[in-house]
Protein backbone atom coordinates (compact mmCIF):
# COMPACT_ATOMS: atom_id res chain seq x y z
CA UNK A 1 0.00 0.00 0.00
CA UNK A 2 0.78 3.32 -0.77
CA UNK A 3 0.17 5.35 2.94
CA UNK A 4 -0.22 8.83 3.26
CA UNK A 5 0.94 10.17 6.83
CA UNK A 6 -1.51 13.21 8.11
CA UNK A 7 0.82 14.18 11.56
CA UNK A 8 4.06 13.82 11.85
CA UNK A 9 4.73 13.45 15.45
CA UNK A 10 5.32 10.66 17.91
CA UNK A 11 2.99 8.06 16.32
CA UNK A 12 3.46 9.39 12.52
CA UNK A 13 7.38 8.87 12.88
CA UNK A 14 6.33 4.95 14.91
CA UNK A 15 4.10 4.54 11.86
CA UNK A 16 6.70 5.32 9.26
CA UNK A 17 9.14 2.78 10.94
CA UNK A 18 6.60 0.23 11.02
CA UNK A 19 6.11 0.87 7.29
CA UNK A 20 9.77 0.70 6.85
CA UNK A 21 10.50 -2.79 8.51
CA UNK A 22 7.18 -4.13 6.42
CA UNK A 23 8.98 -4.73 3.49
CA UNK A 24 5.72 -4.28 1.45
CA UNK A 25 3.89 -0.55 2.07
CA UNK A 26 5.60 2.69 1.66
CA UNK A 27 4.88 6.05 2.81
CA UNK A 28 3.88 8.17 -0.37
CA UNK A 29 3.81 11.50 1.59
CA UNK A 30 3.60 13.16 4.98
CA UNK A 31 1.17 15.96 5.58
CA UNK A 32 2.21 17.74 8.65
CA UNK A 33 0.64 21.31 10.50
CA UNK A 34 2.23 23.18 7.65
CA UNK A 35 0.70 21.57 4.88
CA UNK A 36 -2.95 22.58 3.66
CA UNK A 37 -4.95 19.89 3.64
CA UNK A 38 -7.46 19.19 0.65
CA UNK A 39 -9.47 16.38 -0.65
CA UNK A 40 -6.89 16.75 -3.56
CA UNK A 41 -4.08 16.03 -1.45
CA UNK A 42 -4.64 12.24 -1.20
CA UNK A 43 -4.74 11.49 -4.99
CA UNK A 44 -2.57 8.72 -6.00
CA UNK A 45 -2.37 7.18 -2.73
CA UNK A 46 -4.23 4.01 -1.76
CA UNK A 47 -4.93 5.11 2.55
CA UNK A 48 -4.38 7.84 4.86
CA UNK A 49 -3.69 6.87 8.29
CA UNK A 50 -4.41 10.21 10.88
CA UNK A 51 -2.56 10.83 14.10
CA UNK A 52 -2.81 14.83 14.84
CA UNK A 53 -4.69 16.57 17.10
CA UNK A 54 -8.08 17.35 17.93
CA UNK A 55 -7.88 21.22 16.51
CA UNK A 56 -6.45 19.68 13.28
CA UNK A 57 -9.24 16.47 13.00
CA UNK A 58 -11.69 18.91 13.16
CA UNK A 59 -10.57 21.16 10.48
CA UNK A 60 -9.13 18.18 8.63
CA UNK A 61 -11.97 15.10 8.73
CA UNK A 62 -14.19 16.72 5.78
CA UNK A 63 -11.43 16.65 3.49
CA UNK A 64 -9.76 13.27 4.60
CA UNK A 65 -13.41 11.94 4.23
CA UNK A 66 -14.43 13.69 0.57
CA UNK A 67 -11.28 12.40 -1.09
CA UNK A 68 -12.59 9.08 -1.22
CA UNK A 69 -9.39 7.39 0.18
CA UNK A 70 -10.12 4.80 3.08
CA UNK A 71 -8.74 6.79 6.26
CA UNK A 72 -7.64 5.30 9.61
CA UNK A 73 -8.03 7.50 12.34
CA UNK A 74 -5.66 7.48 15.14
CA UNK A 75 -6.27 10.82 16.43
CA UNK A 76 -8.60 11.07 19.71
CA UNK A 77 -10.10 13.90 21.45
CA UNK A 78 -13.12 14.13 18.97
CA UNK A 79 -15.83 11.61 20.62
CA UNK A 80 -17.69 14.85 20.69
CA UNK A 81 -18.50 15.14 17.05
CA UNK A 82 -18.51 11.69 16.44
CA UNK A 83 -21.60 11.95 14.86
CA UNK A 84 -21.03 14.53 12.61
CA UNK A 85 -18.40 12.31 11.26
CA UNK A 86 -20.35 9.18 10.93
CA UNK A 87 -22.65 11.41 9.00
CA UNK A 88 -19.90 13.14 6.55
CA UNK A 89 -18.37 9.33 5.86
CA UNK A 90 -21.74 8.05 4.89
CA UNK A 91 -22.77 11.09 2.84
CA UNK A 92 -19.52 10.42 0.48
CA UNK A 93 -19.79 6.48 0.90
CA UNK A 94 -16.52 6.51 2.03
CA UNK A 95 -14.59 4.18 4.65
CA UNK A 96 -13.29 5.73 8.13
CA UNK A 97 -11.73 3.57 10.88
CA UNK A 98 -11.33 4.71 14.21
CA UNK A 99 -10.26 3.23 17.14
CA UNK A 100 -8.69 5.30 20.32
CA UNK A 101 -6.24 2.59 20.43
CA UNK A 102 -4.79 -0.20 17.83
CA UNK A 103 -3.06 -1.80 20.29
CA UNK A 104 -4.35 -5.62 20.44
CA UNK A 105 -3.70 -5.69 24.31
CA UNK A 106 -5.74 -2.67 25.17
CA UNK A 107 -8.67 -4.62 22.97
CA UNK A 108 -8.35 -7.71 24.96
CA UNK A 109 -8.25 -5.24 28.08
CA UNK A 110 -11.97 -3.61 26.94
CA UNK A 111 -13.18 -7.10 26.23
CA UNK A 112 -12.01 -8.27 29.69
CA UNK A 113 -13.24 -4.87 31.16
CA UNK A 114 -16.63 -5.77 29.41
CA UNK A 115 -16.84 -8.98 31.11
CA UNK A 116 -15.93 -7.88 34.60
CA UNK A 117 -18.51 -5.27 34.52
CA UNK A 118 -21.02 -7.15 33.71
CA UNK A 119 -20.16 -9.72 36.05
CA UNK A 120 -20.19 -7.32 39.38
CA UNK A 121 -23.49 -5.38 38.11
CA UNK A 122 -25.85 -7.63 40.24
CA UNK A 123 -23.93 -7.43 43.43
CA UNK A 124 -24.15 -3.73 45.14
CA UNK A 125 -20.83 -4.46 47.44
CA UNK A 126 -18.61 -3.40 44.04
CA UNK A 127 -18.02 -0.71 43.01
CA UNK A 128 -15.37 0.27 39.99
CA UNK A 129 -13.87 3.30 39.00
CA UNK A 130 -11.25 3.92 36.03
CA UNK A 131 -7.94 5.85 35.66
CA UNK A 132 -5.10 6.67 33.00
CA UNK A 133 -1.49 7.69 32.75
CA UNK A 134 -0.04 9.31 30.10
CA UNK A 135 3.01 11.13 29.48
CA UNK A 136 3.35 15.04 29.68
CA UNK A 137 3.18 15.30 25.83
CA UNK A 138 -0.66 14.33 25.60
CA UNK A 139 -3.17 17.15 24.80
CA UNK A 140 -6.28 16.00 25.46
CA UNK A 141 -8.18 14.60 28.60
CA UNK A 142 -8.83 11.96 29.75
CA UNK A 143 -7.62 9.28 27.00
CA UNK A 144 -9.80 8.15 24.25
CA UNK A 145 -8.63 4.63 25.36
CA UNK A 146 -10.15 5.51 29.09
CA UNK A 147 -13.43 6.83 27.44
CA UNK A 148 -14.04 3.46 24.82
CA UNK A 149 -12.91 1.54 28.07
CA UNK A 150 -15.93 3.78 30.59
CA UNK A 151 -18.06 3.10 27.70
CA UNK A 152 -17.82 -0.52 27.96
CA UNK A 153 -18.59 -0.22 31.60
CA UNK A 154 -21.65 2.00 30.94
CA UNK A 155 -22.94 -0.61 28.85
CA UNK A 156 -22.14 -3.70 30.60
CA UNK A 157 -23.64 -2.46 34.47
CA UNK A 158 -26.49 -0.80 34.37
CA UNK A 159 -25.66 0.76 38.24
CA UNK A 160 -23.14 3.23 36.22
CA UNK A 161 -24.91 5.70 34.47
CA UNK A 162 -22.51 9.17 34.08
CA UNK A 163 -18.75 9.33 33.60
CA UNK A 164 -17.55 11.92 36.08
CA UNK A 165 -13.84 13.39 34.48
CA UNK A 166 -12.86 15.53 37.39
CA UNK A 167 -14.15 16.11 41.06
CA UNK A 168 -15.93 19.05 42.68
CA UNK A 169 -14.46 20.13 46.04
CA UNK A 170 -17.21 19.45 48.34
CA UNK A 171 -19.37 17.27 46.74
CA UNK A 172 -19.40 13.24 47.16
CA UNK A 173 -19.23 11.28 43.73
CA UNK A 174 -22.72 9.78 43.40
CA UNK A 175 -23.03 5.45 43.50
CA UNK A 176 -24.26 6.09 39.50
CA UNK A 177 -21.19 7.89 38.62
CA UNK A 178 -18.19 6.54 36.94
CA UNK A 179 -14.70 8.68 37.71
CA UNK A 180 -11.95 8.83 35.36
CA UNK A 181 -9.06 9.84 36.68
CA UNK A 182 -6.01 11.20 34.64
CA UNK A 183 -2.60 11.56 35.64
CA UNK A 184 -0.16 13.20 33.20
CA UNK A 185 3.53 11.57 34.15
CA UNK A 186 6.90 11.73 32.61
CA UNK A 187 7.39 9.48 29.20
CA UNK A 188 4.71 6.96 30.21
CA UNK A 189 3.57 5.70 27.18
CA UNK A 190 -0.09 4.63 28.21
CA UNK A 191 -1.04 2.92 31.60
CA UNK A 192 -4.92 1.99 31.94
CA UNK A 193 -6.40 0.32 34.86
CA UNK A 194 -9.97 -0.35 36.13
CA UNK A 195 -10.53 -0.65 39.89
CA UNK A 196 -13.05 -2.67 41.68
CA UNK A 197 -13.78 -2.47 45.18
CA UNK A 198 -16.03 -4.18 47.87
CA UNK A 199 -15.28 -4.24 51.38
CA UNK A 200 -13.75 -7.96 50.95
CA UNK A 201 -11.50 -7.25 48.37
CA UNK A 202 -10.05 -5.34 45.52
CA UNK A 203 -9.57 -6.37 41.78
CA UNK A 204 -7.65 -4.55 39.27
CA UNK A 205 -7.12 -4.95 35.85
CA UNK A 206 -4.38 -2.88 34.58
CA UNK A 207 -2.96 -2.36 30.51
CA UNK A 208 0.56 -1.13 30.28
CA UNK A 209 1.63 0.01 26.91
CA UNK A 210 5.65 -0.91 27.44
CA UNK A 211 6.47 1.49 23.84
CA UNK A 212 4.19 2.65 21.25
CA UNK A 213 4.91 -0.10 18.50
CA UNK A 214 1.52 -2.20 19.18
CA UNK A 215 -0.02 1.17 18.80
CA UNK A 216 1.77 1.69 15.04
CA UNK A 217 1.29 -2.05 13.77
CA UNK A 218 -2.37 -1.86 14.86
CA UNK A 219 -2.86 0.63 12.87
CA UNK A 220 -1.30 -0.36 9.51
CA UNK A 221 -3.06 -4.09 10.32
CA UNK A 222 -6.35 -2.06 10.41
CA UNK A 223 -5.41 0.01 7.05
CA UNK A 224 -4.85 -3.55 5.29
CA UNK A 225 -8.37 -4.41 6.38
CA UNK A 226 -10.02 -1.31 5.86
CA UNK A 227 -8.25 -0.93 1.69
CA UNK A 228 -9.85 -4.75 1.22
CA UNK A 229 -13.48 -3.70 3.21
CA UNK A 230 -13.36 0.23 1.04
CA UNK A 231 -14.09 -2.20 -2.26
CA UNK A 232 -16.58 -3.96 -1.52
CA UNK A 233 -18.48 -2.16 1.38
CA UNK A 234 -17.57 1.33 2.35
CA UNK A 235 -18.54 2.45 5.71
CA UNK A 236 -17.62 3.92 9.33
CA UNK A 237 -15.51 0.84 11.18
CA UNK A 238 -13.85 0.26 14.72
CA UNK A 239 -12.02 -2.44 16.28
CA UNK A 240 -14.76 -3.92 16.86
CA UNK A 241 -15.50 -4.94 13.66
CA UNK A 242 -12.30 -6.25 12.63
CA UNK A 243 -11.20 -7.83 15.77
CA UNK A 244 -14.91 -9.89 14.89
CA UNK A 245 -13.43 -10.82 11.87
CA UNK A 246 -10.42 -11.87 13.02
CA UNK A 247 -11.76 -14.01 15.44
CA UNK A 248 -14.37 -15.07 13.13
CA UNK A 249 -11.86 -16.09 10.25
N1 LIG B 1 -5.36 5.28 18.44
C1 LIG B 1 -4.19 4.95 18.99
O1 LIG B 1 -3.80 3.76 19.06
C2 LIG B 1 -3.31 6.04 19.50
C3 LIG B 1 -3.76 7.33 19.45
N2 LIG B 1 -2.94 8.36 19.80
C4 LIG B 1 -3.48 9.71 19.56
O2 LIG B 1 -2.85 10.19 18.38
C5 LIG B 1 -2.74 11.62 18.45
C6 LIG B 1 -1.30 12.00 18.18
O3 LIG B 1 -0.50 11.48 19.21
P1 LIG B 1 1.07 11.82 19.16
O4 LIG B 1 1.62 11.38 17.85
O5 LIG B 1 1.68 11.30 20.42
O6 LIG B 1 1.04 13.40 19.21
P2 LIG B 1 2.16 14.44 18.71
O7 LIG B 1 1.81 15.75 19.30
O8 LIG B 1 3.51 13.85 18.92
O9 LIG B 1 1.91 14.48 17.13
C7 LIG B 1 0.83 15.18 16.58
C8 LIG B 1 1.31 15.69 15.24
O10 LIG B 1 0.25 16.34 14.56
C9 LIG B 1 0.78 17.53 14.00
N3 LIG B 1 -0.27 18.49 13.68
C10 LIG B 1 -0.83 19.42 14.45
N4 LIG B 1 -1.75 20.11 13.76
C11 LIG B 1 -1.75 19.57 12.50
C12 LIG B 1 -2.48 19.83 11.31
N5 LIG B 1 -3.39 20.80 11.25
N6 LIG B 1 -2.25 19.06 10.21
C13 LIG B 1 -1.33 18.09 10.25
N7 LIG B 1 -0.57 17.81 11.34
C14 LIG B 1 -0.81 18.54 12.45
C15 LIG B 1 1.75 18.03 15.03
O11 LIG B 1 2.63 18.99 14.46
P3 LIG B 1 3.35 20.01 15.47
O12 LIG B 1 4.09 19.17 16.47
O13 LIG B 1 4.26 20.79 14.55
O14 LIG B 1 2.26 20.82 16.09
C16 LIG B 1 2.43 16.71 15.40
O15 LIG B 1 3.47 16.44 14.49
C17 LIG B 1 -3.29 12.02 19.81
O16 LIG B 1 -4.65 12.37 19.66
C18 LIG B 1 -3.18 10.72 20.62
O17 LIG B 1 -4.16 10.64 21.66
C19 LIG B 1 -1.66 8.17 20.25
C20 LIG B 1 -1.17 6.89 20.35
C21 LIG B 1 -1.98 5.72 20.00
O1 LIG C 1 -1.55 10.20 23.49
C1 LIG C 1 -1.09 9.03 23.61
O2 LIG C 1 0.12 8.75 23.76
C2 LIG C 1 -2.08 7.92 23.55
N1 LIG C 1 -3.32 8.24 23.29
C3 LIG C 1 -4.36 7.31 23.01
C4 LIG C 1 -5.57 7.61 23.88
O3 LIG C 1 -5.89 8.83 24.01
O4 LIG C 1 -6.17 6.65 24.39
C5 LIG C 1 -3.91 5.87 23.01
C6 LIG C 1 -2.75 5.52 23.87
O5 LIG C 1 -3.17 5.38 25.22
C7 LIG C 1 -1.62 6.52 23.76
New binding site residues.
Given amino acids: MKITL ?7 RQIADVVAASGTHVIDRV ?3 N ?1 T ?1 SAGSFEGTDVIID ?6 FL ?2 YPALVASGVPVVV ?4 WDDVMPQVREAVAVEGSSLFY ?5 LGVNIFFRTLREAARLIAPFEQFDIALSEQHHT ?4 FP ?2 TAIKAAEEILKSNPRKRKVVRELEDGRKLQSDELQVASIRLGSVF ?1 VHSALIDSESDTIELTHTAKN ?1 TS ?1 AS ?2 VRAAEWLVQRHAAAPGFYTMDDFLNDLFSA
Fill in positions: VGNGRMGLDVDIFTVRSAANGTTGSANYSGKADSGGRFGA
